[in-house]
């Protein structure tokens, strides 16, 4: 094996990768839709919060709220990773992106995570 090519085979090995299908997309998006009237009534009763990381963050401990954070958030996980592929960026920054989104469309009452990591209501 030449220089070359070693160097890119360990190139390769050093970067996760993550492969994300268009059926796990759609799939994703489903979820996340069929989960926003139990988003909602989580947020409205302040089990949950969205985080500075667009992801979603349990408040009130308890298995419904940590069920349904962690589909949630293995979800958006998938929708982040695409639009990472999409734009060339990270997934973690477009999940601060959709985290800004989500804040700014957010109803008073929900809890968000300003950029510091400290709660509040809005």
């Known amino acids: ?11 390769v090995l050093a ?3 993550v492969v994300v299908q268009a059926a796990d997309i759609e799939s994703a ?3 996340m839709r069929e989960r926003v009237p139990q988003l909602d009534k989580l947020k409205a009763a ?5 985080a500075n990381t667009g992801l979603l963050a349990v408040r009130a401990p308890g298995p419904e709220a940590e069920q349904f ?4 958030n293995a979800d958006r ?3 982040f990773a695409e639009l990472a592929k ?4 990270s997934a973690e920054s477009a999940g601060k992106v959709f985290a800004k989104q989500i804040a700014a469309a957010s109803k008073a009452g929900v809890w968000l995570q300003r950029e ?3 709660w509040f209501k809005k």
């Open 29 to 31: 998006k489903a979820g």
């Open 15 to 17: 970067v996760p990768a």
């Open 1 to 11: 094996m030449n220089l070359l090519s070693r160097s890119l085979c360990l190139a």
């Open 69 to 72: 954070v962690a589909a949630e």
């Open 116 to 118: 510091d990591g400290g």
């Open 77 to 79: 996980a998938i929708l």
């Open 46 to 50: 302040g089990a949950v919060g969205e």
């Open 86 to 89: 999409k734009t060339g960026g």
